[in-house]
């Protein structure tokens, strides 16, 4: 991360998920809840295998409705700064909604 002279980080905190998140409104346009996700955290398929270690495949086995695991969860939610409860959320409304 570059930082200019006087420049403070911006400090990250956990949000949970919400109707009010903007994630949630992806989801209510019909977005899977990883694409909506992956859009509004701005992350790529490589960082989250960097960063979470969960493989290429899997995501896209989770891209393909697969069931994430309580530790993919719990990775994904740290990786995304949301409570793992919250990112269980978004899967449900994701899974409510494209029915």
Known sequence: MVYRKGERPV???VVDYSPDHPVASG????????DAWLGQMCT??????????????RIE??????EPTSDEIEKLAALW???????????EDANAASL
């Open 44 to 57: 790529p398929w490589d960082a989250i295998t960097r960063k979470t270690g969960i493989s290429r495949e």
């Open 27 to 34: 989801i209510a346009d019909g977005d899977h809840w990883l």
């Open 11 to 13: 400090e990250k905190q």
């Open 81 to 91: 700064w949301v409570t793992p409860e919250g990112l269980r959320r978004s899967i």
């Open 61 to 66: 086995e989770l891209n393909d409705d697969a």
